[in-house]
């Protein structure tokens, strides 16, 4: 079956602190990944994807993401976080070829203290 | 440029009734999908319009209906609520034709009683 695993499922860490959160996906065959943060009352917002190419991807707010193809993981990085990065972050994943199911994972809750 | 808009915001309604939901897309968006966001959990796909018709569909049942509208918007209609209906209803909208990326909006939250 399609999954998407996060390893954490509530982070804390103190600002200037590095981020990895964890994402594993199950799909048999070509994906495109994606993060989405939702920052609180706020909707969910694309941080990054990856469709192909460079399998190192950068998106907003300094985020990045590495696709290990081998590892079938999509973790997402940030050298330094803000207080301002408090959000719960989503992992999804689509399959090439497929424009509707985003599968999601069950999300990773940051909290970031001053 | 007005992103992904859903409507109402909060709804409450009993056990047994039917409720439905409405979602206008992105501008520039023609295709729309339906997510339903249980608490603490990540979004679960419903279905997907595209040219007023349902072009792929998750594990729902078919108390969980759906219709597009000439101008993109899109309603998303539950019949015969339950307790387990309760959640975060998403709507997300996609660009012409064959896109990846999908727009979400706010969210209407359900609350079945």
Do not use: M
């Amino acid at each position: 079956a399609q999954s998407v695993s996060q390893h954490n499922h509530h982070v804390i860490l103190s600002e200037a602190a590095s981020l990895e959160l964890g994402c594993n996906y199950s799909y048999g065959g070509t994906v495109n990944l994606f993060w989405y943060v939702q920052y609180p009352g706020q909707h969910l917002q694309l941080l990054l994807k990856y469709f192909s190419g460079d399998p190192l991807v950068k998106g907003i707010k300094g985020f990045e993401a590495e696709f290990i193809k081998s590892k079938f993981s999509f973790n997402l990085r940030k050298p330094s976080v803000q207080w301002s990065d408090t959000a719960e972050y989503f992992c999804a994943v689509i399959g090439s070829g497929n424009t509707g199911k985003l599968i999601f994972g069950q999300g990773t809750t940051l909290q970031v203290k001053p | 440029d007005a992103g992904v808009t859903q409507s109402p915001t909060h709804l409450i309604k009993t056990r047994g009734q039917q409720v439905t939901l409405r979602c206008s897309p992105k501008s520039g968006h023609d295709t729309v999908s339906w997510y339903q966001q249980a608490l603490g959990q990540g979004p679960q796909f419903i279905f997907q319009y595209y040219e007023e018709e349902e072009r792929q569909r998750g594990n729902f049942p078919d108390r969980f209906s759906g219709h597009q509208f000439p101008n993109y918007s899109s309603e998303l209609n539950v019949n015969a609520l339950l307790l387990g209906d309760s959640a975060l209803y998403l709507c997300a909208s996609s660009g012409r034709g064959f896109s990846y990326e999908q727009y979400f909006g706010p969210g209407t939250r359900l609350t079945v009683t």
